[in-house]
């Protein structure tokens, strides 16, 4: 692994959000100032391609990356676009039987308006958790 690549990694494993390639190449700078975008950028995609990483597009917005593999969804807020993982622990065994693989990999992203849009718009209350 180059360490440019272990510098992405770190910087995703140790953030405790969603970043884009632009704020992961901000962060990079700070560690390793010669850092090219392009280097991130080709860095991100390689290790979404062998699964290192997941990529999260939202609709008319950037694209965030997760370091967490763990089987999960996302919340997508479609106002503000904030990104929240939910945990969605009947989807992985359900999945299991209806396809036949072990440990079959998902993306699920949920639109939904995040609690500080609903308090931004009138008559949008936030329902109470079952």
């Known amino acids: 692994m180059t360490r440019q690549r272990a510098l992405i990694a770190r910087?995703?494993?140790?953030?405790?959000?969603?970043?884009?390639?632009e704020e992961i190449y901000h962060?990079?700078?700070?560690?390793?100032?010669?850092i090219?975008?392009?280097t991130i950028y080709r860095n991100l995609r390689l290790m979404t391609?062998?699964?290192?990483?997941?990529?999260?597009?939202t609709a008319g917005g950037p694209v965030h990356y997760d370091a967490n593999r763990s089987p999960h969804g996302h919340?997508?807020?479609?106002?503000?676009?904030?990104?929240?993982?939910?945990?969605?622990?009947?989807?992985?065994p359900y999945?299991?039987?209806?396809?036949?693989?072990?440990?079959p990999d998902y993306?699920?992203?949920?639109?939904?308006?995040c609690p500080a849009c609903?308090?931004?718009?009138p008559g949008k209350e936030i329902p109470a958790a079952p």
């Open 95 to 103: 999945l299991s039987r209806a396809t036949g693989e072990a440990e």
């Open 49 to 57: 391609e062998c699964g290192e990483l997941r990529r999260i597009e």
């Open 11 to 21: 910087i995703l494993r140790t953030a405790g959000r969603h970043l884009t390639a």
């Open 75 to 92: 919340l997508v807020c479609r106002i503000c676009g904030r990104l929240e993982d939910v945990a969605v622990p009947f989807l992985a």
């Open 27 to 34: 962060l990079a700078r700070q560690s390793m100032p010669s």
């Open 118 to 121: 609903r308090q931004r718009e």
């Open 36 to 38: 090219a975008v392009g």
């Open 107 to 113: 993306d699920l992203s949920v639109s939904w308006i």
